[in-house]
């Protein structure tokens, strides 16, 4: 799963009653989420298995009341995020997992980072997540972009926050996404260059609610 910023998979796991084992990693080696909002361990995970500091079952840990999850934190934040999830060792890794597990990886947002296209290449195909309100068609359209690039599969976009009372009517109605610059490291690049857009087209209103002049001759 994958969106443009971060997350919580709780109501994922409150509105889930999978048949089959189920095993959530943290994919999001930037800035994790997953145990901290699940209420786990932080410190041992993904990375460490991908080092080789300890084996894959000492990292799985379970959520009481969720009999078939076991979750896969982030571990601690590595220098070479991509550089890891790229790696043979994670390819092996998800190999492993998924013998006898749905495998599910919560993976950061496709725009800012490569991570979540790197993730995406190397599994059945990606989920994303887009909010109602704030989610803008074109920004969707270049998450959809980033995805064809490394020949990820689609395998449909889940809508969150929609209003009870309200119809979506496409996704022009979505908004804005927002708040890459609350992401951390990711930047805010996104943010500015739609401050600087809007500041353009309110100038450019300006211009025309001003009275014209009219050249008289004498």
């Known amino acids: 799963m994958t969106a443009s910023r971060p997350c919580r998979p709780t109501s994922w796991l409150r509105s889930s009653a999978p048949a089959s084992p189920v095993i959530l990693v943290d994919g999001d080696l930037r800035r994790p989420m997953v145990a901290a909002s699940l209420g786990l361990v932080e410190?041992?995970?993904?990375t460490d298995v991908l080092t080789g500091k300890i084996g894959?079952?000492?990292a799985l840990q379970r959520i009481p009341g969720h009999d078939g999850l076991r979750v896969?934190?982030?571990?601690?934040?590595?220098?070479?995020?991509?550089?890891?999830?790229?790696?043979?060792?994670m390819r092996n890794?998800?190999?492993?997992l998924s013998q006898d597990?749905?495998?599910?990886?919560?993976?950061?947002?496709?725009?800012?980072?490569?991570?979540?296209?790197?993730?995406?290449?190397?599994?059945?195909?990606?989920?994303?997540?887009?909010?109602?309100?704030?989610?803008?068609?074109?920004?969707?359209?270049?998450a959809l972009e980033h995805l064809n690039r490394v020949d990820a599969k689609t395998l449909g976009v889940i809508v969150n926050r929609v209003p009870q009372k309200r119809k979506v009517l496409g996704y022009g109605t979505y908004g804005?996404?927002?708040?890459?610059?609350?992401?951390?490291?990711?930047?805010?690049?996104?943010?500015?260059?739609?401050?600087?857009?809007?500041?353009?087209?309110t100038?450019?209103?300006?211009?025309?609610?001003?009275?014209?002049r009219r050249l008289t001759r004498k």
């Open 43 to 46: 410190g041992v995970g993904l």
């Open 101 to 142: 597990s749905i495998v599910v990886i919560d993976a950061p947002p496709l725009l800012p980072v490569t991570d979540g296209a790197i993730l995406a290449a190397r599994t059945d195909g990606a989920l994303i997540v887009i909010s109602s309100g704030k989610t803008k068609d074109h920004h969707l359209e270049s």
């Open 176 to 201: 804005s996404y927002g708040g890459y610059g609350s992401y951390g490291s990711y930047g805010g690049y996104a943010s500015r260059t739609e401050k600087k857009e809007s500041k353009a087209v």
């Open 56 to 58: 894959i079952e000492d």
């Open 93 to 96: 890794l998800l190999a492993r």
């Open 72 to 89: 896969l934190a982030a571990g601690p934040v590595p220098p070479n995020p991509s550089e890891l999830l790229g790696s043979q060792a």
């Open 203 to 212: 100038k450019a209103a300006r211009r025309d609610q001003q009275p014209k």
